[in-house]
């Protein structure tokens, strides 16, 4: 079995719903992200659109993170999933630095690394990761890759000229695909970056607050 | 913002996103790599000048051991404390992941700290002769220790401006500069002036070949790759690291080089000390420099 995620971005709305079930299932701190949805607005007024893109880590078969992580901390199920045991992380950073997709992060309550584990605590328990369960119009689409008869299997199949993964350059093979996106969603450096567009910019590694 | 190509045609400009987090390996790994250098480049001087300057080599055993071992002290306290988590450090020896470079150089710079200080003992006891013997080890195994942090940044996919090949020579020429720098501000009157005349050209030398290859990367690494045009931006024409990266080039490398051609001409130790310190101050630059822009760039 190697679990993987599509996500079709004809049907994303930007509804960020699978980024607050994201938050809640897995208790993500403030300022830190497992999945987040970036919104890249396209072309001059009036002909203007806007493109969503869920972005989390992308469980790549030949994984860099797993590669630098001194203590294997970072580890392949048998599943698939590059999961992530917080007790034996000793926050060296390395998988941060290494991650193409900016899909790893440190976590500031525990102080290791952290990131989405396609809720792998759900996935043992036969359920759906929590970002599926909450997508309102199913455009994340989770399944088994190995299984051809699979919902994700198939949707490949249907969509195999328009099915895309992010920096295949890279040759990390990842096991999450988008149908139906383009250079300006997928490629970071294909859009501007202008200051002040983005959330929660001047939380650091803070705690959160509360509790006096 | 790097100033790569985004078409006039899609005008894309990111709404809505979090933050890009630009700091994950701080000053704190500048001090690591700048305090190997030295440490390791100090012992490959000392065996260097052993075998072809002995009346300087002989005198120089012991405060270099000592320096060697005190700034892989250096290196070994502020790699743990760059750790988010400085007290789990025992797990890479009783948990390591034999891919990981980390995993590598941390045994190796614990093997070599070991050996450096059993060098502070023998130089101290001046058993010269067994000193001699260890050094030939110590010397050798200090070459996969300066080396093994290009291996660590080669291991970060992530990081397109990172090539094991230049960034291996980068180290070794490092190590070169720093311990040859380090060398003739530590040995003073016990260096002859033929000893330091060699140590200024492994100086020049190592300058020379370093500054090489950061112009080759800074003007053809951009015609390679997307992401490495797009870092070196950050240090072209008002990139947030321009000065910083042209302070450290001249300081380093281009100054260090005019000041030993004059300190041959005019057979002047002071200006000669002048090279190996603004080498060993600039170097501190570059690497900061070379560290910082490629976490500048958003990954996704």
Redesign the interface.
């Known amino acids: 079995m190697q679990l993987g995620f599509l996500v079709d971005l004809h049907l994303c709305m930007g509804c960020k719903g699978c980024e607050i079930a994201c938050k809640v299932e897995n208790e993500v701190p403030l300022?830190t992200?497992r999945l987040?949805v970036?919104?890249?607005?396209?072309?001059?007024f009036p002909e203007t659109k806007?493109t969503f893109t869920p972005?989390r880590c992308n469980h790549c078969e030949n994984a860099?993170c797993e590669?630098?992580?001194?203590?294997?901390a970072l580890h392949y199920l048998e599943n698939g999933i590059v999961d992530i045991d917080k007790e034996?992380?000793?926050?060296?950073?390395?998988c941060?630095?290494?991650?193409?997709?900016?899909?790893i992060?440190?976590d500031p309550q525990t102080?290791?690394a952290d990131k989405c584990t396609y809720c792998a605590h759900r996935i043992a328990s036969s359920m759906m990761p929590a970002c599926v369960v909450a997508c309102p119009v199913e455009a994340n689409i989770f399944g088994d890759l190995d299984d051809v008869s699979s919902n994700i299997s198939k949707y490949i199949q249907r969509n195999q000229s328009n099915v895309q993964v992010?920096k295949p350059e890279?040759g990390?093979n990842p096991h999450h695909f988008y149908v139906g996106g383009g250079?300006?969603s997928l490629n970071?450096?294909?859009?501007?970056?202008?200051e002040g567009?983005?959330?929660?910019?001047k939380i650091t590694s803070k705690m959160p607050v509360g509790g006096h | 913002?790097?100033a790569?190509e985004?078409?006039a045609a899609?005008?894309?400009?990111?709404?809505?996103?979090?933050?890009?987090?630009t700091t994950?390996?701080p000053w704190l790994v500048t001090v690591n790599m700048w305090a190997k250098s030295i440490g390791t480049g100090v012992i490959f001087m000392l065996f260097l000048l052993l075998r072809t300057h002995p009346e300087s080599g002989n005198k120089l055993r012991f405060v270099t051991a000592a320096a060697a071992f005190v700034f892989i002290n250096i290196f070994l306290l502020f790699t743990l404390a760059?750790?988010?988590?400085?007290f789990?450090?025992w797990?890479?020896f009783f948990?390591?992941?034999w891919?990981?470079?980390?995993?590598i150089g941390?045994f190796m710079a614990s093997a070599f700290l070991g050996l450096l200080t059993l060098l502070v003992f023998l130089a101290y006891t001046k058993k010269d002769e067994t000193f001699d013997k260890v050094l030939l080890w110590v010397t050798i195994l200090a070459i996969p220790v300066t080396l093994y942090t290009a291996a660590?940044m080669a291991?970060?996919?992530?990081?397109e401006l990172w090539q094991m090949p230049a960034e291996s020579a980068q180290m070794i020429l490092a190590a070169l500069l720093a311990g040859s720098a380090a060398m003739i501000l530590l040995g003073g009157d016990k260096l002859t002036y033929e000893a330091k005349k060699s140590l200024g050209v492994v100086l020049g030398l190592s300058a020379l070949m370093a500054f090489i290859i950061y112009m080759s990367e800074y003007v053809f690494g951009p015609m390679k790759a997307?992401?490495i045009a797009?870092t070196i931006e950050y240090i072209k024409g008002d990139g947030p690291y321009t000065v910083m990266f042209w302070l450290g080039q001249w300081m380093t490398y281009l100054l260090p080089m005019l000041l030993i051609v004059l300190s041959r001409a005019s057979k002047s130790e002071n200006i000669l000390k002048l090279a190996a310190l603004l080498a060993l101050v600039g170097l501190f630059i570059v690497k900061h420099v070379w560290l910082m822009i490629p976490?500048l760039?958003?990954?996704?």
């Open positions: 300022s992200w987040r970036k919104y890249v607005d396209v072309g001059t806007r972005l860099p590669r630098i992580c001194p203590v294997s034996r992380c000793i926050g060296c950073a390395g941060v630095m290494a991650c193409p997709y900016g899909a992060y440190i102080q290791t992010r890279k990390t250079n300006v970071p450096l294909a859009s501007e970056r202008p567009h983005h959330l929660f910019g | 913002m790097a790569h985004i078409l899609t005008n894309a400009v990111v709404s809505l996103d979090v933050a890009t987090v994950t390996w760059d750790l988010h988590q400085p789990r450090m797990h890479i948990h390591p992941h891919s990981s470079a980390i995993t941390s660590l291991q970060c996919t992530a990081r997307e992401e797009a976490q760039l958003p990954m996704s």
